[in-house]
């Protein structure tokens, strides 16, 4: 299935999302990597395998394989790190600020893939999760490297937009 064929899936109530996923996919704050790079590591961080596998497919004309399993990794790494530093954050005890993560993290960059990248893909998977540790850190870090605001927010309406297509498509399944 492709995404032309999950929009054209896309029940009337969710003209709105059609909208916002063709304004998200066209736009031009984004370099192709980085647009494709969050919308894959967003979709496999939404757990709905009818988007994932639109998007992967589809993420194969515009990344190469490298950087789609860099995306998938940032992915993988942040389902950690969301749950971890969100919940040491919800706890509400300071103390648990000043015990070490100790969380392996092996994959940290690959050759082709600048820092910034797999920061936005960071900030757009750490909002699906709602992990604002993780949200702050990343901005941060983006923000050091000269990243404007208005190409962060780019992925975070990326990542709002692909959340709300696995949603809708998901919720569409199980009633249909």
Same mark, same amino acid.
Request: aromatic fraction near 4%; include cysteine.
């Given at each position: 299935?492709?995404?032309?064929a999950?929009?054209? =899936? @896309?029940?009337?109530?969710?003209?709105?999302l !059609?909208?916002?996923?063709?304004?998200?996919?066209?736009?031009?704050?984004?370099t192709?990597?980085?647009l %494709?790079?969050?919308?894959l590591?967003?979709?496999?961080?939404?757990? &709905?395998?009818?988007?994932?596998r =639109?998007? =992967?497919?589809?993420?194969?004309?515009?990344?190469?394989? !490298?950087v789609?399993?860099?995306?998938?990794?940032?992915? &993988?790494?942040?389902?950690?790190?969301?749950?971890y530093?969100?919940a040491?954050?919800?706890?509400?005890?300071?103390?648990?600020?000043?015990?070490?993560?100790?969380?392996r993290?092996?994959?940290?960059s690959?050759?082709?893939?600048?820092?910034?990248?797999?920061? @936005? %893909?960071s900030?757009? #998977?750490?909002a699906?999760?709602?992990?604002?540790?993780?949200?702050?850190s990343?901005?941060? &870090?983006?923000h050091?490297?000269?990243? &404007?605001?208005?190409v #962060?927010?780019? #992925?975070l309406?990326?990542? =709002? #937009?692909?959340?709300?297509?696995?949603v809708t498509?998901?919720?569409?399944a199980?009633?249909?």
């Amino acid at each position: 299935m492709s995404i032309s064929a999950l929009k054209a =899936a @896309l029940p009337p109530y969710a003209r709105d999302l !059609e909208l916002n996923l063709d304004s998200v996919l066209t736009g031009d704050l984004l370099t192709e990597q980085q647009l %494709w790079g969050t919308v894959l590591a967003c979709a496999m961080t939404t757990r &709905s395998a009818l988007v994932l596998r =639109a998007v =992967a497919a589809e993420a194969d004309d515009h990344l190469k394989p !490298e950087v789609a399993e860099t995306a998938k990794a940032v992915a &993988s790494r942040m389902a950690i790190h969301n749950v971890y530093f969100r919940a040491k954050h919800l706890i509400g005890d300071e103390a648990y600020q000043h015990l070490p993560a100790r969380l392996r993290r092996q994959v940290t960059s690959t050759p082709g893939v600048p820092m910034v990248d797999s920061e @936005l %893909w960071s900030v757009a #998977v750490s909002a699906i999760t709602g992990c604002g540790v993780c949200l702050e850190s990343h901005e941060r &870090s983006l923000h050091g490297a000269g990243v &404007s605001r208005e190409v #962060v927010d780019e #992925v975070l309406r990326a990542a =709002a #937009v692909v959340h709300a297509l696995a949603v809708t498509l998901d919720t569409e399944a199980a009633l249909g």
